[in-house]
């Protein structure tokens, strides 16, 4: 095998002539696999049908050891009534951790929430909304949607949800509810509030502020409220964010949604719905004055179905959550379906290391590669660093789009790699 002066493996001339002429020659976006980072559980366990809407909280500083937390919601396919028929993916509550937010471990097989008792508002399906440290740095307050089976004319049990909140003293394994919901349904809003993303002092500049969205039958629309007593209770301001202009990709409406700081505002990244298909996609919004007031921003969506996101996304996006990463980047954790015949809902993580929003800015979680053909120009110019089969894995579909370089197999480069010491 060839080395370097490091001592690690190097391309060979063959190799590195042959990748120079496709960089040379390439204009194509350079692509990696992703993959879900959360899938439905076996068969027969609470969420073996659906894993979806991550809510991920970073280790506390000061705490050794402390994990990645990543609440989500899921379901076996039914909800607590076997006789409702479940609509959407909710139904209980789960804990995943993690040591570096890449990598995750269900912290328990077991759900850490179920719903309430029978009878009570919250007894047929719940779902996390937005989960955050309390002052003490110890406990943790949830927000969770959730409904019973209440009739509503032309709907089915379940659309009634409302917000509310439980307390947990372990970290997240167990909670204790509170007995009736903070955010009711309004008419004048829709069939429900529900999805809730709460945004403390810290963000707002001002009172706690919640954010969630409701449906009318025909349009879907994000609201605020406020609370001035931690939480305790909520007032309502009015419209966060509706529905796009005629025509646009996001006409239907605007659906779960996600709020980081970013640069020198605030950043909402939500869910919205195309007018006549249905199409969900995740686009971006900002505030300058707390979340009281969004504004589109002038792009395209950042996230399609079937995108970055990899070929088990092709039918859905949705419920994001972003983090922020040191140097001003964004971690993207987000749900995804391949086909409505195959597979449910998995979660998956997108990075944007310069915090950048394109569509083209968002790249696996973990990795580090940007630019038109810079893996490949990477594999020319640097010793070949990857582990044990990563090479060929990413290679492959970057030579799919480099136009002419189709013409060359995987395996003649799987072979130039392996006979220089690379695999």
């Not at 559980?41 to 990645?68: I, K, Q, T, Y």
């Not at 970013?262 to 900002?286: C, F, K, N, P, Q």
């Not at 980047?329 to 310069?354: N, Q």
Request: with cysteine; aromatic share 8%; hydrophobic share 40%.
């Amino acid at each position: 095998a060839i080395r370097s002066s490091s001592g690690r493996p190097s391309a060979c001339p063959a190799l590195r002539e042959m990748l120079s002429a496709l960089v040379a020659t390439s204009t194509g976006t350079v692509a990696t696999r992703t993959l879900p980072v959360l899938q439905p559980s076996a068969a027969g366990r609470w969420d073996s049908s659906n894993v979806a809407s991550p809510v991920v909280l970073l280790p506390r500083e000061g705490v050794a050891g402390d994990p990645w937390r990543m609440f989500y919601y899921g379901s076996d396919g039914t909800w607590s009534d076997a006789a409702a028929t479940p609509f959407l993916p909710t139904g209980k509550c789960g804990l995943a951790t993690s040591a570096d937010g890449l990598t995750w471990t269900r912290a328990t097989d077991e759900c850490v929430f179920a719903p309430g008792e029978r009878g009570a508002w919250d007894s047929l399906h719940v779902g996390v909304g937005d989960v955050h440290w309390n002052e003490d740095g110890r406990s943790l307050t949830m927000y969770y949607l959730a409904a019973g089976d209440e009739a509503v004319d032309g709907a089915p049990a379940g659309i009634r949800m409302r917000i509310g909140r439980a307390t947990s003293e372990d970290g997240g394994l167990s909670w204790a509810r509170e007995p009736g919901p903070v955010v009711s349904a309004d008419a004048a809003e829709g069939l429900f509030a529900s999805w809730p993303r709460v945004l403390p002092p810290a963000l707002t500049g001002g009172p706690w502020r919640m954010l969630y969205h409701s449906f009318d039958g025909r349009r879907w629309r994000a609201f605020s409220c406020r609370s001035d007593d931690g939480g305790a209770s909520w007032t309502r301001e009015g419209l966060a964010l509706g529905p796009g202009e005629g025509g646009a990709w996001d006409e239907q409406g605007v659906g779960t949604r996600c709020v980081v700081p970013w640069r020198d505002r605030l950043l909402m990244i939500y869910e919205g719905v195309e007018a006549g298909s249905g199409t969900h996609r995740l686009g971006g919004a900002a505030s300058a004055d707390g979340g009281r007031s969004w504004e589109r921003l002038d792009l395209p969506p950042l996230l399609e179905p079937g995108g970055a996101g990899g070929d088990w996304t092709a039918q859905v996006v949705g419920t994001p959550y972003a983090v922020a990463l040191p140097g001003g980047g964004l971690r993207l954790f987000f749900c995804g379906k391949p086909s409505a015949e195959r597979g449910g809902m998995c979660i998956g993580a997108l990075d944007s290391p310069a915090g950048r929003l394109e569509a083209d800015a968002w790249l696996p979680a973990g990795k580090r590669v940007s630019g038109s053909a810079s893996y490949l120009k990477g594999m020319v110019e640097s010793p070949l660093e990857f582990r044990s089969g990563e090479a060929l894995d990413n290679l492959t579909p970057n030579l799919k789009l480099l136009g002419g370089a189709a013409a060359v197999s995987a395996a003649l480069v799987g072979g130039f790699l392996a006979a220089n010491g690379v695999l």
